[in-house]
């Protein structure tokens, strides 16, 4: 549940190795159907779940869909986030937001959610990553990293050595513990790679939930993860 104080509070440790983006528009508006993939994805070792819907028609329905998910993972300890939204996130009962650089500030997010919330932010850039240091977010997200077609994206994808000096410049400016995750174009034949340039977990769509074996498919991506995690000498990210 989410805090309504009014201070930004200090980091809420975050797990970003396998991070499951439920995209209404590839997982598809069924509340029933969106808790069954957000519980699978749980069963097979995802650590953070964010439920994304960009062009929100009807609020009660988005919060419907929000609610049907955080009650099929209640009781696993793991995080489900609302992207862009914080006036859902606290209606739900969620865990917290995930921003873009368009979205509410993140220092006004943490006002309304309190300090005990989980405010994630998207990195584009490394002028982006330098702002860091000021912004109340507990883990950021860097992308995109390869194309992807889940989702529109103006920008051109930063790649691999992109992704590393983006990282670089958030650590820098938050300290080596602050976790930092990648999204876009990721599965199985380039999580290994994303994982050895630097990120602490991935962020998927597509190559998570595009498929009836949710569960298999992220119990393999989970596997990639943690021994590309164990190969670097990393370990994960945040606590359990």
Do not use: W
């Not at 598809?28 to 028609?57: F, H, N, P």
């Not at 962020?203 to 670097?232: G, K």
């Amino acid at each position: 549940m989410i805090g309504r104080d009014t201070a930004l509070g200090s980091t809420v440790p975050v797990d970003v190795r396998l991070y499951g983006i439920l995209d209404v528009g590839v997982c598809g508006d069924d509340g029933a159907d969106l808790a069954e993939m957000a519980a699978e994805a749980v069963a097979g070792g995802c650590t953070l779940l964010q439920y994304r819907e960009k062009s929100i028609e009807n609020a009660r329905e988005a919060l419907a869909r929000i609610r049907a998910i955080r009650a099929a993972i209640t009781g696993t300890g793991v995080p489900l986030l609302v992207n862009d939204r914080c006036d859902l996130a606290l209606a739900a009962e969620a865990e917290g937001v995930h921003l873009g650089q368009s979205d509410l500030h993140p220092a006004e997010a943490r006002r309304i959610l309190g300090s005990s919330a989980i405010i994630g932010l998207t990195l584009k850039s490394a002028a982006q990553a330098d702002e860091l240091y000021r912004l109340p977010v507990d883990y950021a997200c860097i992308g995109g990293v390869f194309a992807t077609t889940s989702k529109d994206n103006p920008d051109p994808p930063v790649g691999l050595d992109g992704f590393t000096r983006i990282a670089f410049r958030a650590r820098l400016a938050r300290g080596t513990g602050f976790p930092v995750g990648a999204i876009a174009g990721i599965d199985g034949s380039n999580a290994a790679s994303i994982i050895a340039a630097g990120a602490d977990g991935i962020a998927l769509i597509s190559a998570l939930f595009s498929t009836e074996e949710v569960e298999a498919r992220a119990r393999d991506l989970r596997f990639r993860v943690d021994s590309a995690l164990a190969a670097r000498g990393a370990g994960r990210s945040a606590p359990a």
